[in-house]
């Protein structure tokens, strides 16, 4: 049976995304499954796994926000930005930096910011992976980048440690695509004029699905066992939530199901971005934007197809 839809998966601590999807693919027997953004091994939380024509929406969920819970640590840095990597550097807080101080210096990394990303991190660089040239023991210049931070916040009372002289708190942090949450920790340190790493961290929301809405491996395996996996899968509609949509009358119908280019005025509204196209049954037709070449078209950048066996989210 193939099954297209979403299926966002609680991620537990220990598991790379490519064992989650390994683990779905062997479960579901089907290939066709793909994750909207990969989470470190010791980072857990919403894993959005798309299955058989909700692949080609991969995309359109990794660009949307995403909401972390995690803890900073004041006075270690280490190698990988979290507390899996070497010491690097340390320094003695020998008093506890006030809250206000921590916020304000917060406040500062929120907006349209500059990030280095770590060397340990899947960032391409001349063909290589950072952590390629990082385990080689080769240094080279990583790409500065601009992340978007919506929100930057502590969620909990600084905690010192009066043994290791160093101080955490708990934050939460609302960003967009290609957000390093543990270089954030790492500059909110420098912010403060001390070395200082990620130390714990979850993902709560992404592509606009929240923890609550997540199911476990264990689960997933318990409805193939009782038949019932497609209670957990939601439809493809759910793109709504991170691109522009229409949705067409039947009169629309026909050009839109063989992928014809069409006016730039044949929706009723104008398009100026990837827009998604929904029959009245809510059913995902295909993907438009503006022609490449031709002035005043439209022109399907993906289309979608229900043959009558396949099975869909019916959440």
């Known amino acids: 049976m193939t099954f297209n839809g979403i299926l966002p998966i609680n991620k537990p601590r220990g598991m790379t995304s490519h064992d989650v999807v390994v683990k779905a693919r062997k479960l579901l027997k089907m290939k066709k499954i793909g994750h909207t ?43 990988t930005e979290d507390k899996n990597g070497a010491i690097i550097e340390q320094m003695k807080v020998e008093a506890p930096i006030h809250p206000v101080e921590i916020d304000k210096a917060m406040q500062t990394l929120v907006g349209t910011i500059q990030q280095i990303p770590p060397m340990y991190s899947a960032v391409k660089v001349k063909g290589k992976r950072l952590y390629e040239y990082a385990r080689a023991n080769e240094t080279v210049d990583r790409p500065v980048r601009n992340v978007d931070i919506l929100s930057f916040k502590r969620i909990s009372e600084p905690e010192y440690h009066a043994q290791s002289q160093t101080q ?79 949705v067409i009358d039947d009169a629309q119908l026909f050009a839109v199901e063989h992928g014809q280019v069409v006016p730039k005025d044949f929706f009723n509204q104008p398009i100026t971005s990837e827009t998604a196209i929904f029959n009245q049954r809510n059913q995902l037709l295909a993907i438009y934007d503006a022609h490449p070449s031709k002035e005043g078209l439209l022109k399907p950048v993906k289309v979608f197809h229900y043959p009558e066996e396949d099975t869909n989210g019916n959440h």
Not at 52 to 75: P, S
Not at 185 to 209: E, I, K, N, V
């Open 37 to 79: 953004g990969t989470l470190d091994p010791e980072v857990d939380g919403v894993l959005i796994l798309c299955l058989g024509q909700a692949t080609k929406l991969v995309d359109y969920f990794m660009n949307g926000k995403k909401t972390y819970r995690g803890e900073i640590t004041l006075g270690i840095a280490t190698e």
């Open 168 to 246: 955490s708190w708990n934050f939460m942090v609302n960003c967009g695509k290609g957000t390093y949450v543990r270089t954030l920790a790492y500059d909110l340190g420098r912010q403060l004029g001390y070395p200082a790493h990620m130390s714990d961290l979850s993902r709560l929301a992404t592509g606009g699905f929240s923890i609550e809405e997540t199911v476990t491996l264990d689960k997933i395996e318990e409805a193939v066992q009782t038949n019932n996996v497609h209670s957990l899968i939601y439809p493809m509609s759910r793109i709504q939530s991170v691109i522009d949509f229409v």
